[in-house]
């Protein structure tokens, strides 16, 4: 037991006591090197092992190795979480002790779960049960259930729809051409002599629409083949969507650039021809995870409007969803994340006359919106269309497909009034569509 990190730091008797009942521990308040592998072997099969870690092991990306490793090769006999609660004074982070056995997991255990007020070991709320084998992130993530409160088994997840990655990382290949240029020395605010394409990065992109100034050196010696990441020219070609890590994104069709720092969300129906390793790989895991064949993913995801996705992907819902389930202050979101999300399904059941005709009717009652200001009268109508009975979502997707072009459009213009009534519309028809008011 390292008794020297409770000469560190002052932690409540009562939880040094409960610390102690786990037969084991570990501190390691600063998330420094926070499961050795070699303690754990150490144990004898049954033995105990508890450990108080930074609560980065909930939701970080850093952390998905060994929530993985955890769940599937120990028993995860209990997790206790403390958000907002300081058991290390003056070192700034939360924290959350979990207690494993040394045992391969059973199917159908039930780890006990709980959330702690304070550190008073007795105010605290039980989580739902989750019996094993069950998702590490869900396990870990005390927030995973806050975000929506509905059923989220007529939901789809993003990467059934889109190929999800990131832009080229543009310094110099470090095996080959190390040193030899920096990303700086390729990008220029002008189009000079040397061949260049558009090309954005995070901070240039807000919501809907950006203003680029700015161009990268590409088809040149240097560019794309002598760079760390060339990704590969379908990524940038046709329909896409880019998204910074701060949560906002932009719909492009031309030939724009970007790098590591933006994801890209690209449809699956546009990569049929494309094979290589990425995308391969890529692939070969959703046909496997959602049970699918190449041909009906690529069906499926030529279904959707991309400018309906776009919606929401920048809805303050979406936001919170994430914000909630995989992150806690910092939002910095990663591919991984992303194909998580989970995104209404659509029926496309309508038939196409009266899918016309529905729409026109939205968009009629947006334009009356804009000049009253009045959601109600609107979203009313959205619950119709959203319900069993009636079941034209496919109705509500192309009228959030139109609201997306509006919204490119008025940003564009800089009409501040109707960007926001539009975006709180669209807010308002997204919350309906997940069920969440």
């Not at 926070?34 to 508890?50: A, D, E, Q, T, Y």
């Amino acid at each position: 037991m390292r008794n020297d990190c409770f000469r560190s730091f002052h932690i409540g008797i009562e939880l040094r006591e409960h610390l102690v009942e786990r037969h084991a521990l570990g501190l390691c308040p600063l998330g420094r090197d926070p499961v050795n592998p070699g303690r754990i072997s150490l144990l004898k099969n049954g033995g105990l092992f508890s450990l108080i870690v930074s609560d980065g092991i909930n939701c970080e990306e850093y952390a998905s190795k060994l929530r993985a490793g955890l769940t599937q090769e120990t028993v995860i006999t209990g997790l206790d979480f403390f958000p907002g609660v300081e058991l290390f004074q003056d070192v700034g982070i939360n924290n959350t002790i979990f207690l494993i056995q040394k045992n391969p997991p059973i199917n159908g255990y039930i780890p006990y779960r709980r959330i702690h007020m304070d550190d008073s070991l007795k105010n605290y709320k039980i989580l739902r049960d989750l019996k094993y084998p069950f998702d590490p992130n869900e396990l870990f993530n005390p927030q995973y259930d806050d975000a929506s409160s509905n059923d989220l088994t007529n939901q789809l997840c993003l990467d059934e729809i889109f190929y999800i990655s990131v832009g080229m990382v543009l310094n110099a290949n470090e095996k080959y051409e190390k040193g030899a240029f920096t990303k700086e020395d390729l990008v220029s605010n002008v189009k000079d002599l040397i061949p260049r394409e558009k090309f954005v990065e995070s901070e240039d992109i807000n919501r809907y629409y950006s203003k680029n100034s700015k161009f990268l050196e590409y088809g040149t010696s240097r560019v794309p083949c002598k760079i760390r990441r060339p990704t590969f020219p379908e990524l940038y070609a046709g329909p896409r969507i880019y998204m910074a890590r701060k949560g906002e994104a932009q719909f492009f069709d031309d030939s724009t650039l970007t790098d590591q720092r933006v994801i890209i969300f690209k449809p699956w129906d546009q990569l049929a021809e494309v094979n290589n390793r990425s995308v391969n790989s890529e692939q070969n895991r959703v046909l496997k995870k959602y049970s699918i064949t190449k041909t009906q993913l690529k069906k499926y995801s030529a279904k959707y409007d991309i400018k309906f996705f776009l919606s929401i992907l920048n809805s303050r819902l979406l936001k919170t969803i994430i914000k909630a389930r995989y992150k806690r202050d910092k939002f910095d979101i990663t591919p991984d994340v992303y194909r998580k999300v989970p995104i209404p399904k659509i029926s496309f059941k309508t038939d196409s006359k009266i899918r016309k005709e529905r729409l026109f009717d939205y968009v009629k009652k947006y334009k009356e919106y804009l000049l009253t200001g009045n959601q109600k009268f609107i979203l009313d109508s959205i619950l119709v269309s959203l319900s069993p009975e009636v079941d034209e979502s496919d109705v509500v997707h192309d009228f959030l497909s139109y609201l997306s072009d509006q919204m490119m459009i008025l940003t564009r213009d800089h009409d501040k009034i109707k960007t926001q009534s539009t975006d709180d519309l669209i807010d308002g028809i997204i919350q309906k569509m997940y069920g969440t008011v």
